[in-house]
């Protein structure tokens, strides 16, 4: 539908990242939450009706935010590095993402729902109707649990709704593009594992090869231990044993516990469970990338 309006309103019709005069034009959302705008100028007002019963009308959501999310909404959304500047100062930052496949919510309401989630407070803003995205910035996560959250809130508010949850990343004006990256993984997922209600990075990576996404920040919980040369081996070689702690240490001429403090090492650094075999096909194909560059 979207490629129909683009070959009938041609130039006039922009995504939402492309245009700085954001007035001049009258913006809808997709269902898969594409925003996308049409100059006003191009419009009838019968043409407005039509495209308000077509797609989701959208309005400048930033009126209703406080200085926190319109900042963060400006750096994230507009892509406005000066932004920055402007954010709670921390050490590392998550980005979790919520897209709601089918169903409405009160803005209000699903914000408070969300925040009653965390014991701590994280942020919230909303691209779209259908998107959202949560800011945390605790050392210490609570993202693993949030399977468990998914089915009350879909019961309560009567809604399809998938997650996507982010990696842990150094707070940085990086963050923007690592942003925009994991907004890619979290659609290759709902792609090819559309039935799937929480995804991470262990459920995308093998999806994101074998699409020919880029990879740089796929890999980025490598950072903490890229330069332990010693614990990548170490690691490498329990995988290529199957997994078998007594044969890779044996192999590695090491304790048995020795070998299994060095892996209760990565997972704590990583927050990647090697332990688990999506995360140990995570970590070893991307040791392989790491030492293929």
């Known amino acids: 539908m979207l490629e129909k309006l683009r070959a009938y309103y041609r130039d006039a019709l922009v995504e939402y990242g492309q245009v700085n005069e954001r007035h001049a034009y009258e913006w809808f959302s997709t269902e898969h939450g594409e925003l996308f705008g049409i100059k006003k100028e191009m419009l009838t007002q019968k043409e407005r009706a039509l495209l308000a019963t077509l797609f989701t009308p959208y309005e400048a959501v930033t009126a209703q935010m406080n200085k926190q999310q319109q900042a963060w909404y400006r750096f994230l959304i507009h892509g406005a590095e ?13 980005f979790i993402y919520f897209y709601i496949q089918k169903g409405t919510v009160d803005t209000r309401d699903f914000t408070e729902a969300i925040q ?22 605790k050392e210490e996560s609570v993202a693993s649990t949030l399977h468990e959250w998914i089915d009350t809130l879909c019961s309560d508010f009567y809604i399809q709704l998938r997650a996507y949850i982010g990696q842990k990343c150094l707070h940085s ?31 995308i990576f093998p999806l994101l090869l074998i699409s020919g996404e880029e990879m740089t920040y796929a890999t980025m919980f490598l950072q903490a231990v890229k330069r332990e040369h010693d614990m990548l081996k ?43 075999f999506k995360g140990a096909l995570t970590v070893y194909l991307a040791i392989l990338l790491h030492e293929h560059h």
């Not at 000066?82 to 998550?94: I, K, N, V, W, Y």
């Not at 009653?116 to 910035?137: G, M, R």
């Not at 304790?255 to 060095?262: C, D, G, I, T």
Request: glycine share 0%; proline share 4%.
């Open 82 to 94: 000066h932004a920055f500047e402007q954010l709670p100062p921390s050490t590392h930052t998550r």
């Open 116 to 137: 009653s989630l965390f014991p701590y407070d994280v942020t919230i803003i909303s691209e779209t109707e259908q998107q959202w995205i949560v800011i945390e910035q």
């Open 173 to 203: 004006v990086e963050l923007a593009r690592i942003f925009a990256a994991e907004k890619r993984y979290f659609h290759v997922g709902l792609k090819h594992n559309p039935a799937q209600r929480v995804y991470c990075i262990e459920d």
């Open 234 to 276: 170490t690691i490498k070689t329990f995988f290529e044993c199957n997994l078998n702690v007594s044969l890779a240490a044996k192999k590695l001429h090491m304790h048995r516990n020795s070998l299994q403090y060095r892996i209760d090492k990565f997972i704590e650094k990583t927050s990647i469970d090697i332990k688990q």
